[in-house]
């Protein structure tokens, strides 16, 4: 599975948004864009994902690059429950074992 | 509610005997998966399984042994072999063709 860079950690404002970079310069073209949150003492959840196109859902926004090398996670509007540890991942899909590195430290402040 | 659910959410062993966590889901979901977590790193895959009476190691397997009699269940056994058995346990499913996995809320292990 390709790697990911995500930086350690970054804050914003509560009702701004939020906007998650990643770097993953060696993705493949069959390889999607995953996007999970863990907040503190309980397990992940998935968030977004997608291969070639934007995508949005009722949680986030998930922007890629045209060259597929790099996306970045929105959440439109923060709130402090959004404080979270956020992966992103590559994998080539559905059934496929999940490798989560050590993620971005969102804090939203009042 | 239809989920996966891991007990207990704290456990206490001495160094030294086996302990089994426990992992059911009901969500008919085929593939399941054990990850650990240390504090401050990432999720790291111990055994995962794909359908019943079949399972492969991941990335640490070494001093754990899992069993799939069913789908539902997915029991992680942590054996005195493993060096550090300490840690945060999460399991979780995921239906095949679809891309997001559902974890469980996870079990603190803790070997004193």
């Known amino acids: 599975d390709a790697k990911t860079t995500q930086p350690t950690s970054m804050d914003c404002a509560e009702g701004r948004a939020a906007n998650l970079p990643c770097n993953h310069s060696?993705?493949?073209?069959?390889?999607?864009v995953y996007w999970y949150r863990q907040i503190h003492s309980q397990g992940p959840q998935y968030i977004i994902h997608g291969l070639k196109n934007n995508e949005t859902n009722e949680m986030a926004s998930l922007i890629i690059t045209e060259d597929r090398k790099s996306s970045t996670l929105i959440l439109p509007h923060a709130t402090l429950r959004d404080t979270a540890v956020y992966y992103c991942i590559v994998n080539t899909g559905a059934n496929s074992k999940l490798t989560f590195g050590k993620g971005i430290t969102l804090s939203v402040r009042p | 509610d239809g989920g996966i659910t891991q007990s207990p959410k704290y456990l206490f062993r001495k160094e030294g005997q086996n302990v089994t966590l426990s992992c059911e889901q009901n969500?008919?979901?085929?593939?399941m998966y054990w990850y650990r977590q240390d504090p401050g790193q990432g999720l790291r895959l111990i055994y995962y399984?794909?359908?019943?009476?079949?399972?492969q190691k991941g990335d640490i397997a070494e001093g754990y042994s899992v069993s799939r009699e069913k789908k539902e269940s997915f029991p992680l056994t942590v054996t005195s072999a493993q060096k550090n058995p300490t840690a945060f346990y999460l399991c979780a499913s995921t239906l095949r063709g679809s891309h997001g996995y559902t974890f469980g809320s996870g079990t603190r292990l803790t070997v004193v």
């Open positions: 969500l008919n979901h085929d593939a």
């Open positions: 399984s794909q359908i019943v009476n079949d399972f």
């Open positions: 060696t993705i493949s073209g069959n390889e999607y």
